[in-house]
């Protein structure tokens, strides 16, 4: 690993990766949600032979289809990122984060890739069935590739299922399921779909009313809110039962992190919920980086010791607990940590050193203490640390983490009810007739969008300053190379990505305006 790190090049490849993981996000919810949606309004066909609804499919199915080919060239961009900008990270975790991507490349995106011709070009050239069982194939292989590109995400937050090998000088997966069932890829996996899937049910309503407001296709309007309507009401539910078991869980593997979601300094018991809250800059410092305060919240009482604790006399641990330690809670401090890593950091170079002078006993030896769970729980697991210089390097920006989790949770519950008085109104067969709400849920089309980024932001910015929790920080991960190359395809990649979205856009409107041509 290289020791002498420019950090301009450190910052200009996370620029770039969030650059492109920004972009790429957003043409991969609609895909994961509006294709269940068109394999529900396809069931729906077949089994009533109502020809209105195949028409209803097609036009989504146009939409989808823009979407999907736009969605797939940020991805592959996004891949060669690791190696190019990230390869001492790729080379840590490489045999680890390698097998979820192949397994992605060889089962779900053949399976999402093989059918998808299929359900575009398949219409009156193959039976009924078989193109309704495509359709729910593409919907399928869209979720399954999300699901591994989650996983090897999840491993980055909660490192399990490996062993270092100090030969190689990387990690090495030693149970797949381990790694699979990781409780952060779990967690990741269910919240990440069920907010698609909300991203898209907004999106057929959104437009849906929009053809109510110019009065076009009411029939193909109506019908489309109703599978929207209820697939985005069960979907928003779903989204805020796992966005609280994910938070539990961050609340376990990153503590600093859901402190700083909480903008918790001070770890107490009975500790309250922030509903609303607004931050400034506190008197109060860990190290130099200033403490925040609130200049007004709404709090719950309680609350947030019952969510993680499970009763209100659960002591809720703070930032300072986890920077400083806490005695008494049996929590260690950075500086605890950093010695433990140290101490990891000191067994591999005594390995690297036996290693030179082909002391072969001394290697076997060393091996096996790699291989022992007491080393690895006691102190592989701080292995990080080691590069740690002050206690308050851990902490990540509590604004940005703040706000972007709250704003996420605000908008969270407007769709369950905008979804909710959708269907309300549709029933009660007055939807037209309220055109407020309308345009109300034609201008909430972007919010799903901005409420899908803050949840990335939260999780990869509250992350910092790691790349893989406590095992490797983001300056150890970037790779040898100059800035100006970095800053290059930056400029490159930022023109690039804003023309595919500004082309999307602009045919989405413009196929959009036309309507259903069958």
Request: hydrophobic share 50%; with cysteine.
């Amino acid at each position: 690993m290289i020791e002498n790190v420019d950090l301009s090049v450190v910052d200009w490849s996370r620029a770039q990766f969030a650059l492109t993981a920004i972009y790429h996000w957003l043409f991969v919810p609609l895909t994961l949600g509006l294709s269940f949606i068109l394999a529900i309004m396809e069931t729906i066909y077949v089994r009533t032979g109502n020809e209105e609804w195949k028409r209803i499919t097609r036009f989504w199915m146009t939409l989808f289809g823009i979407n999907f080919a736009i969605g797939v060239a940020t991805g592959i961009i996004l891949e060669f990122e690791f190696g190019t900008n990230w390869s001492n990270y790729s080379w840590f975790v490489g045999d680890i984060f390698g097998a979820p991507l192949a397994v992605e490349g060889i089962l779900a995106f053949f399976l999402e890739s093989t059918f998808v011709a299929v359900m575009f070009f398949g219409w009156n050239k193959v039976s009924k069935k078989f193109h309704l069982v495509s359709t729910w194939l593409v919907a399928i292989g869209a979720n399954l590739s999300a699901l591994w590109i989650l996983v090897a995400n999840g491993w980055m937050q909660n490192p399990v299922g490996m062993t270092f090998n100090p030969e190689a000088a990387r990690n090495e997966m030693v149970s797949f399921w381990a790694v699979l069932f990781n409780q952060v890829a779990v967690d990741k996996f269910l919240h990440t779909i069920s907010s698609g899937f909300l991203l898209a049910s907004m999106f057929v309503l959104s437009i849906s009313c929009w053809f109510l407001l110019k009065k076009r296709e009411a029939l193909l309007a109506k019908r489309s809110i109703l599978v929207a309507g209820i697939f985005g009401l069960l979907s928003s539910l779903m989204v805020a039962y796992t966005g609280d078991e994910s938070a539990r869980t961050i609340a376990k593997v990153q503590p600093v992190k859901f402190g700083a979601m909480e903008a918790l300094y001070e770890g107490k018991d009975n500790a309250g919920l922030i509903a609303i809250g607004l931050l400034k800059d506190s008197d109060n410092s860990i190290g130099k980086t200033k403490e925040k305060e609130f200049i007004f919240k709404i709090e719950i009482p309680g609350l947030l010791s019952v969510l993680t604790g499970g009763n209100r006399d659960a002591y809720v641990p703070g930032i300072r607990d986890h920077v400083l330690g806490n005695q008494e809670k049996e929590i260690l401090s950075v500086m605890e940590k950093r010695e433990k890593g140290i101490f990891a950091r000191n067994v591999l170079t005594d390995y690297q050193r036996a290693d030179l002078f082909k002391d072969k006993e001394q290697v076997a030896n060393i091996k096996e203490v790699f291989r022992s769970k007491e080393f690895n729980d006691e102190y592989f697991r701080y292995f990080g640390y080691a590069t740690i210089n002050s206690p308050e390097e851990v902490i990540p920006n509590v604004p940005i983490a703040f706000y972007s989790f709250h704003l996420m949770v605000i908008l969270g519950f407007s769709f369950i009810m905008l979804f909710a008085l959708s269907i309300h109104l549709l029933f009660k067969g007055t939807i037209e007739k309220n055109r407020w709400f309308l345009w109300i849920a034609f201008f909430a089309l972007p919010l799903p969008y901005v409420a899908s980024e803050l949840g990335w932001i939260l999780v990869e910015m509250g992350r910092q300053p790691w790349i893989i929790q406590d095992l490797m920080t983001v300056t150890k991960g970037v790779s040898n190379i100059t800035s100006g190359s970095v800053i290059t395809t930056f400029i490159l990649f930022a023109v690039l990505f804003t023309v595919l979205l500004v082309s999307e856009i602009s045919i989405m409107v413009k196929q959009i305006k036309i309507g259903p041509k069958h």
